[in-house]
């Protein structure tokens, strides 16, 4: 095996993280973008609340607003109805003493209010309402700041914006706000088999498949991704191409060509143009990854197997563009599941099996989710977990317990 690396060994999935951690510098960059779009964009630098939330004092519930000093002796209470509030509307008028409001929720509170009983526990008598008796609870009302003061963090930072976070900026009144610029990601396939769907299909050749997967899984707000298309094995064009993408990107994503065969070529390739930060994982499938540096664009080379090109961009190359955002790379959710099926393992590396998760009566149980090769779309698509079998695993029997990582924990928006 040609050595491009100081170290012999195979890295765990844990310590290629932890060189990931390292040497991958976030960008400082920052534009400033409309909350519109600021869905799935990350923010980095505290960011003030401008206003409280609530805005104001305001009702919780549909009912009456009244002043608690008028129900302190003994019940019935009798309030008299002076008026109407409801959402948008502004009481003018203080309280005065034996009076009551009708309010709706979400209302601002009329001045020298200081409690709203609930309609339900209230009766209607003309002009008045009676309360019965005292013990009910009398504060459905939702103060000014109880939720964020003004001049308080809006979040912990740094953020990743989800729909709740915008419409939290909404809430504030907030426009625009400054985020980490989008990173630009290259991404390109190796392989002189591979050939374009709906083009006719010389003998020979497949499809090119992992094109699609890169870029699915890269299509988040945050990136922004050139296709740079099939590459082909060609040296000189593979050079070419590389060089040319590290101008302008970030990070340049391959799939194929990363292990040690004779039409290999990212490994030697990245040798010469840059540095290898390290070069095969103890991970299957995606054993052959590589991760270098060319200039100031970091490099990830991935097998070509498109489920090892999945197990890589979740595992590896998604956790180093999160530390890109300076988001912290943090280990996928894991749960427990029972094992229906029996499933094959040797040991060695850690293993990611395609599995259906599912839920039976008091837990969750998971199945295999067909043939586990790197190359098997089929099993992948059906999966919706992967099934984690640690490398000194032998094998799983029926019923028993295993890590699974539910897809959705991929998501990241
Ligand atoms: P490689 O890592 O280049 O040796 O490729 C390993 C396997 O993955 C071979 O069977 C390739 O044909 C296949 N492969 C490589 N690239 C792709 C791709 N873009 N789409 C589908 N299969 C691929
Ligand atoms: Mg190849």
Redesign the pocket.
């Known amino acids: 095996m040609t050595d491009y690396c100081a170290s012999h060994e195979l890295l765990t999935l844990p310590q290629a993280l932890a060189v990931v951690r390292h040497v991958v510098e976030p960008i400082m960059e920052e534009e400033d973008c409309s909350c519109g779009r600021a869905l799935g964009r990350v923010l980095r630098r505290p960011f003030t609340a401008p206003v409280d939330l609530p805005l104001f004092d305001q009702a919780a519930m549909d009912g009456y607003a009244l002043r608690r000093s008028d129900i302190t002796s003994e019940p019935p209470y009798r309030l008299r109805v002076v008026g109407t509030v409801r959402a948008g509307q502004v009481w003018k008028t203080p309280l005065q003493p034996g009076e009551c409001v009708r309010i709706f929720t979400g209302a601002a509170l009329p001045e020298s209010a200081d409690s709203v009983v609930m309609q339900e526990h209230v009766e209607r008598d003309g002009e008045d309402i009676v309360l019965a008796n005292a013990t009910r609870s009398y504060d459905h009302i939702r103060r000014a700041g109880e939720d964020i003061a003004r001049g308080a963090d809006l979040f912990r930072m740094p953020k990743l914006l989800r729909a709740i976070d915008v419409s939290l900026l909404a809430a504030s009144g907030v426009e625009r706000v400054p985020v980490t610029r989008q990173l630009r990601i290259a991404c390109m396939?190796?392989?002189d088999?591979?050939a374009v769907p709906g083009r006719p299909l010389p003998p020979g050749k497949?499809y090119?498949?992992?094109?699609p997967l890169l870029r699915g899984l890269l299509t988040q707000p945050a990136y922004r991704v050139t296709d740079l298309g099939n590459v082909g094995d060609d040296r000189e064009r593979l050079r070419e191409v590389l060089r040319k993408a590290t101008g302008d990107h970030d990070v340049i994503v391959t799939?194929?060509?990363?292990?040690h065969?004779d039409y290999?070529l990212m490994p030697p390739l990245l040798a010469e143009l840059g540095e290898i930060y390290f070069w095969q994982i103890a991970v299957k499938p995606g054993k052959?990854l590589l991760f270098g540096r060319i200039g100031k664009t970091y490099v990830f080379a991935l097998?070509?197997?498109?489920l090892a090109v999945m197990v890589a961009m979740h595992h590896i190359v998604i956790p180093a563009l999160r530390r890109l955002c300076d988001l912290p790379i943090e280990p996928p959710l894991q749960l427990a599941a029972t094992s229906l099926d029996r499933l094959k393992k040797s040991p060695g590396r850690l293993e990611f099996q395609q599995g259906v998760l599912s839920w039976q009566d008091d837990g969750y149980i998971v199945r295999s989710a067909g043939g586990q090769g790197s190359?098997q779309l089929g099993s992948a698509s059906r999966a919706n977990a992967y099934i984690v079998l640690p490398a000194e695993c032998r094998g799983i029997a029926p019923g028993e317990t295993v890590i699974v990582e539910p897809f959705c924990a991929f998501e990241t928006v």
């Open positions: 396939t190796t392989g088999e591979l497949i090119d498949s992992n094109r799939t194929g060509g990363a292990s065969g290999d052959p097998p070509g197997n498109p190359h």
